[in-house]
């Protein structure tokens, strides 16, 4: 059993990024962490929220909230976080999101080769804005990076130069992905 490894509690954010138009249950997030969470005998604590809100304040107000701050305050005791990363901004849901259009334009100005949970980067793996965080519910960037264990899974080809960037940054601390992903990192 894992249990010296993996704590007992799964936490699980659930936002209006990723996976739209997906009906089926294996694309499905909540779905997804059901699953892990049997699996590793876990309690499931679901963060349900939309991924942007209009303005801080809108925020600040929903992460007030007794379900949400009780969910949020798991951020700084995370052991493991799983992820994946987005591809080029050009290939990105986030041209058709609710994000505030000139930070989408930042992006496209700043060659966005991917993301972590909507914090793009180049392809030196920098940040290119920080400016969403005051709207946008999710764990902040510099308290995923105090994560000890960053799982990222993710493949394809359209996300080697933002796996290798997001690599090279050390973002990742481990990479799950198929053999093709992984032969052109090590040949990069």
């Known amino acids: 059993m894992l249990k010296g490894i993996i704590s007992p509690t799964l936490l699980c954010q659930l936002e209006s990024t990723g996976g739209a138009g997906e009906s089926q249950p294996a694309y499905q997030v909540n779905n997804l962490v059901d699953l892990c969470a049997n699996w590793l005998q876990s309690k499931r604590i679901y963060l349900m929220g939309p991924a942007v809100f209009e303005t801080p304040e809108q925020l600040q107000s929903f992460a007030n909230t007794v379900a949400a701050s009780s969910a949020i305050a798991l951020w700084a005791r995370l052991d493991i976080a799983v992820f994946s990363v987005g591809g080029p901004i050009d290939n990105s849901d986030i041209l058709y999101s609710s994000f505030p259009k000139d930070y989408v334009v930042e992006l496209i100005k700043g060659h966005a080769i991917g993301d ?15 400016d969403i965080e005051n709207i946008f519910l999710g764990i902040p960037f510099n308290l995923l990076l105090k994560v000890p264990e960053r799982i990222c899974v993710a493949g394809g080809a359209y996300k080697i130069n933002s796996l290798d960037a997001a690599l090279r940054a050390g973002y990742i601390t481990t990479l799950m992905t198929d053999l093709y992903t992984a032969q052109s990192l ?3």
């Open 116 to 130: 972590i949970l909507a914090r793009f980067f180049d392809r030196s793996g920098q940040i290119i804005s920080y």
């Open 186 to 188: 090590i040949n990069l």
